[in-house]
């Protein structure tokens, strides 16, 4: 499956996406993809973690151009039923603003009658969000001398790069 951003692409009523400064919920997430149709509710919950590359994380910064990265999502769920058609919900949010160790940036959650098309597309949907969606992370460290640095990072040039950020 591939993306292709051809032109405005609207969501489906029954899917649920944001970009948002709010604390996510992996319950609220989960709910919006249930479905009575549903055999199966993957979701893939993505956490600020403690190192990178050996430095020591204390926090994560992320931004966003959300119109786009909105745009980005619901074409990730129009692909999604593209090629799987059975799949009744898609849910997508991602949080910016200053993160700590350990809170959740990210939500993707797909609710489908099979597993297989649940986690098949799951997958899709946070793989292709980190290559195509406009959100930039900055790490901020703690040098050993207790000073504190920081970096800017493009979620999808560390996919790019084949870094795991």
């Not at 992320?62 to 009744?88: G, H, K, T, W």
């Not at 997508?92 to 700590?100: A, E, F, K, N, S």
Request: charged share 20%; aromatic share 8%; with cysteine.
């Amino acid at each position: 499956m591939t993306t292709t951003l051809t032109s405005a692409v609207k969501p489906r009523a029954e899917d649920s996406f944001a970009v948002t400064f709010a604390p996510l919920s992996l319950e609220e997430i989960y709910a919006k993809s249930d479905d009575p149709a549903n055999g199966a509710v993957v979701v893939m919950s993505g956490m600020v973690r403690n190192q990178t590359d050996g430095k020591l994380v204390i926090a994560l910064e992320y931004q966003a151009y959300e119109p786009m990265a909105l745009q980005i999502f619901y074409q990730i769920a129009a692909n999604i039923r593209l090629s799987m058609s059975d799949v009744n919900r898609v849910a997508i949010y991602h949080r910016v603003g200053r993160l700590q160790v350990g809170e959740i940036s990210v939500l993707v959650a797909v609710g489908s009658p099979h597993r297989s098309e649940a986690f098949e597309a799951c997958q899709y949907a946070i793989d292709t969000l980190k290559h195509n969606a406009p959100i930039w992370k900055k790490e901020w460290y703690s040098e050993l001398d207790g000073k504190l640095s920081s970096s800017w990072v493009s979620i999808g040039a560390c996919e790019q790069s084949g870094e795991n950020c």
